[in-house]
DNA sequence: AGATTGACCGTGT
DNA sequence: GACACGGCCAATC
C-alpha cells in the first residue's frame, strides 16, 4: 500500500518522526520523494488536521527556527511540546546537532 | 481552469 | 551573522 497523495505520504513520513526529535521541512519533502517541496510541506502541515497522528511541531525550519503552528499559542505551544518531548533547544531555535532527526 | 497563497530553502550582499 | 531576492511544489480560492 504506498501512499498515492503527497499529503498521505508527507503525514507518513512526519508520523515516522522519533519523539525528542525534529526534522527540518526540506529533510520530510525530501523523504516524501519530493525534494524541494518544502513549501509544500508547510501548506499541507497547516490544513493538517491529525495532529494526534501527524506530529506536525516535529517539524522544524533548515535552521532549527520554529516556524508557524495551527494549535496552541503558535511557535510558543510548539516550542513547549518539543522541550517536553526531550528537544534541545537553543534560545527560540531546535538545537539541530543535537536533536536533528537523521533518517536511516 | 487559472491565479494566488503559504508553517520553505538556497544564495547573494 | 542578518537582510533581501528568487525559485520550487502543492493546496486553496
Known sequence: MKSNNFKDT??????????GKVATYG???ALAGNP???RAVGMIMSKNKDTKAVPCHRVVGSTGALTGYAY???TTTKKQMLQKEGVVFKGE?????ESKWEPK
Open 72 to 74: 496552541g499559542n503558535g
Open 27 to 29: 529533510q520530510v519533502a
Open 10 to 19: 508527507v503525514s507518513a513520513v512526519v508520523a515516522g518522526i522519533p519523539k
Open 36 to 38: 524541494g517541496a518544502s
Open 93 to 97: 531555535k531546535v538545537d539541530l546537532k
